[in-house]
C-alpha cells in the first residue's frame, strides 16, 4: 500500500513549531514518505516552519539511526549487530537476508520495496538474535525465519 502522508506543513501544525517537537515532527516527515526518508526539501521547509536552523534539523535527524537522510525501501529491515546479536548467529541471518533480498546492509533491493540495516540495538536481547521490519520485532530469529518474513512481506505487497 503506498503511503499517502500528510504534508511537512500539516505536520508542523498538528505537532507544534517548538523545538521540543522537532524529534517527533522529523519521525513523522519521514513516516509520510513513500520513501522512508526526511529529504532536504523536507529539512528545508522544517527549519523555515520551526524558525530553527538546518543545521539543527539535520544534526537531530542524523544523530538518530531510526530517522534516514537518504530514500529507502517501503519496508526497513533492522538487524542487530550488537553482541549478544553477533553471539547468537547474527552473521548466518545476514547472509540469508542479503541472499533473500540481493542485496548488502546498507542497501536498497532494486524494487524499491526493502532496505536493509545494521543497527547498535534494538533493545530486546534477551530475543537475540533479533531484527526489526518496519514496527515489528522479531525475536530468536534463524536464518530460515528471517528469510520467511521477508517472503511474506513480499507476497501481501503483491496483493
Given at each position: 500500500?503506498e503511503?499517502m502522508?500528510k504534508?511537512?506543513?500539516?505536520?508542523?501544525a498538528?505537532l507544534g513549531s517548538?523545538k521540543g517537537?522537532?524529534?517527533?515532527?522529523?519521525?513523522a516527515?519521514q513516516d509520510?514518505?513513500?520513501?522512508?526518508?526526511v529529504?532536504?526539501?523536507a529539512?528545508?521547509?522544517i527549519?523555515?516552519?520551526?524558525n530553527i536552523?538546518?543545521?539543527?534539523?539535520y544534526s537531530?535527524?542524523?544523530?538518530y539511526?531510526e530517522?534516514?537522510?537518504?530514500?529507502?525501501?517501503?519496508h526497513?529491515v533492522?538487524l542487530?549487530?550488537?553482541?549478544p546479536?553477533?553471539?547468537?548467529?547474527k552473521?548466518?541471518?545476514?547472509?540469508?537476508l542479503e541472499k533473500e533480498?540481493?542485496?548488502?546492509l546498507?542497501?536498497?533491493?532494486?524494487?524499491k520495496?526493502?532496505?536493509?540495516e545494521?543497527v547498535?540495538?534494538?533493545?530486546v536481547c534477551?530475543?537475540?538474535?533479533a531484527m526489526?521490519?518496519?514496527?515489528k520485532?522479531?525475536?530468536d530469529?534463524?536464518?530460515?525465519?528471517a528469510v520467511r518474513?521477508?517472503r511474506?512481506?513480499r507476497e501481501a505487497?503483491?496483493?
Amino acid at each position: 500500500m503506498e503511503k499517502m502522508g500528510k504534508s511537512v506543513s500539516e505536520i508542523v501544525a498538528e505537532l507544534g513549531s517548538e523545538k521540543g517537537s522537532l524529534l517527533a515532527i522529523l519521525l513523522a516527515v519521514q513516516d509520510a514518505s513513500p520513501e522512508n526518508y526526511v529529504s532536504e526539501a523536507a529539512v528545508n521547509e522544517i527549519a523555515a516552519l520551526m524558525n530553527i536552523s538546518r543545521s539543527m534539523v539535520y544534526s537531530t535527524a542524523s544523530f538518530y539511526s531510526e530517522i534516514s537522510l537518504q530514500a529507502r525501501g517501503r519496508h526497513i529491515v533492522r538487524l542487530c549487530i550488537n553482541a549478544p546479536c553477533e553471539d547468537a548467529g547474527k552473521a548466518e541471518i545476514q547472509k540469508a537476508l542479503e541472499k533473500e533480498l540481493g542485496i548488502k546492509l546498507g542497501e536498497t533491493s532494486a524494487d524499491k520495496l526493502f532496505s536493509l540495516e545494521g543497527v547498535s540495538c534494538l533493545g530486546v536481547c534477551n530475543m537475540s538474535p533479533a531484527m526489526k521490519v518496519d514496527d515489528k520485532v522479531f525475536g530468536d530469529v534463524t536464518p530460515a525465519s528471517a528469510v520467511r518474513v521477508i517472503r511474506e512481506i513480499r507476497e501481501a505487497a503483491k496483493q
